[in-house]
T-cell receptor, first 113, second 114 residues
């Protein structure tokens, strides 16, 4: 099976802009979770989508949003970018249970100038 | 919510020695504990996981132990090799949570000196 893919891999934006990141899960996986990875805060959970519905949400401001399509592909959007949003954004796909393995994509490296 | 603490933050060992990384969690409802290895510039990859109905699990040179009473779990790597050098993350998942939401520890940078 093909692994989790994310596009784009690298992105440079300026403050105030918005950005959309995409994640394609492993075939058959309907759960997609998003994480932000930074040197200072580590890996932090953003949100999880399952069957096109947000099932869990982490402690991030409303500028961070996401959605999931009927083919399980997911997008996350960050509006009004801030310098502190510079990070590696990782998505992970899995089967639906909380004890199922999450498989990570390669990530999108976002730099906000 | 869940809080996971991981120690040490850096660990340097000689090739062939053992390495131990420890994590504690706060939510007694957590029931799934994976460990991920992340090499520089690469994605986190699952190396081993344990569920709360099991006390220990082993896979070749890697083992994980879980103490539910004390709410801590540990990763043990024996006969370390230079290719084990990476950042290791522990995580916990809450069974009361309907979905997939991992809370990660802060990571341990393991350096294996040849």
């Amino acid at each position: 099976k093909a692994g989790v893919t994310q596009t784009p891999r690298y992105l440079i934006k300026t403050r105030g802009q918005q950005v959309t990141l995409s994640c394609s899960p492993i075939s058959g996986h309907r759960s997609v979770s998003w994480y932000q990875q930074t040197p200072g805060q580590g890996l932090q959970f953003l949100f999880e989508y399952f069957s096109e519905t947000q099932r869990n949400k982490g402690n991030f401001p409303g500028r961070f949003s996401g959605r999931q399509f009927s083919n399980s592909r997911s997008e996350m959007n960050v509006s009004t970018l801030e310098l502190g949003d510079s990070a590696l954004y990782l998505c992970a796909s899995s089967l639906p249970s909380n004890t199922d393995t999450q498989y990570f994509g390669p990530g999108t490296r976002l730099t906000v100038l | 919510g869940e809080n996971v603490e991981q120690h040490p933050s850096t660990l340097s060992v000689q090739e062939g020695d053992s390495a131990v990384i420890k994590c504690t969690y706060s939510d007694s409802a957590s029931n799934y504990f994976p460990w991920y290895k992340q090499e520089l510039g690469k994605r986190p990859q699952l190396i081993i996981d344990i569920r709360s109905n099991v006390g220990e699990k082993k896979d070749q040179r890697i083992a994980v132990t879980l103490n539910k009473t004390a709410k801590h779990f540990s990763l043990h790597i024996t006969e370390t090799q230079p290719e084990d050098s990476a950042v290791y993350f522990c995580a916990a998942s809450d069974r009361n949570n309907a979905g997939n939401m991992l809370t990660f520890g802060g990571g341990t940078r393991l350096m294996v000196k040849p």
